[in-house]
């Protein structure tokens, strides 16, 4: 199974602040690679897909990159309403694997 | 609007079985892939099992191949998995995930899950 990893597993900031996630898969996906926002008691919701692609929807301050085995979630400007929990997912190959969460809190 | 709503959740002794179901609206159902993800409590995601839109073709995460089958009814617009032989294990939030069209391997939507307890 592809591992995927998050980093940091918790960060914490402040309403404006940009924000950087990454995640590293232990061997290459391309650009085979998801981001999903999760709120307390909520479902997960699709923010980028195919690495840097964003969701219908999804206001444009969240950004993917990378490929290969890193990539990087980045907020710009948060906003109250993203303090959540984020995830990646690998789609390269079965099973699909998710990192392990990155909270993300309120300064 | 894309709906997807699960049921049949509850507590299950250890060695039992339940099935899951997830009525879906406001989407061509048999056009979709359809998935099912699980969430322990206080834990991250893990991908359970999906099925494709011609409902031939599955797939299943090891620690659950040959205990859990999923199954769709297009007809009737529903998703289901039956679990079988159950663990303690196996105790967490199930979603029912839409695969994305063009993307079938993402999931951009979800139902509000369904709580299974395995427990004695």
């Known amino acids: 199974d592809i591992q995927m990893t998050q980093s940091p597993s918790s960060v914490s900031a402040s309403v404006g602040d940009r924000v950087t996630i990454t995640c590293r898969a232990n061997q290459g996906i391309s650009s085979w690679l998801a981001w999903y926002q999760q709120k307390p008691g909520k479902a997960p919701k699709l923010l980028i897909y195919?690495?840097?692609s964003l969701q219908s929807g999804v206001p444009s301050r969240f950004s993917g990159s990378g490929s290969g085995t890193d990539f990087a979630l980045t907020i710009n400007s948060l906003q109250p309403e993203d303090f959540a929990t984020y995830y990646c997912?690998?789609?390269?190959?079965?099973?699909?694997?998710f990192g392990q969460g990155t909270k993300l809190e309120i300064k | 609007e894309v709906h997807l709503v699960e049921s049949g959740g509850g507590l299950v002794q250890p060695g039992g079985s339940l099935r899951l179901s997830c009525a879906a609206s406001g989407f061509p159902f048999s056009s979709f892939w359809m998935h099912w993800v699980r969430q322990a409590p206080g834990k991250g995601l893990v991908w359970v099992s999906r099925i494709i839109s011609d409902g031939i073709s599955t797939a299943y995460a090891d620690s659950v191949k040959g205990r859990f089958t999923i199954s769709r009814d297009d007809a009737k617009n529903t998703l289901y998995l039956q679990m079988n032989s159950l663990r303690a294990e196996d105790t967490a939030v199930y979603y029912c995930?839409?695969?994305?069209?063009?993307?079938?391997?993402?999931?951009?939507?979800w139902g509000q899950g369904t709580l299974v307890t395995v427990s004695s």
């Open positions: 195919a690495a840097s």
């Open positions: 995930a839409r695969g994305s069209g063009s993307h079938p391997y993402y999931f951009d939507s």
């Open positions: 997912q690998q789609a390269n190959s079965f099973p699909y694997t």
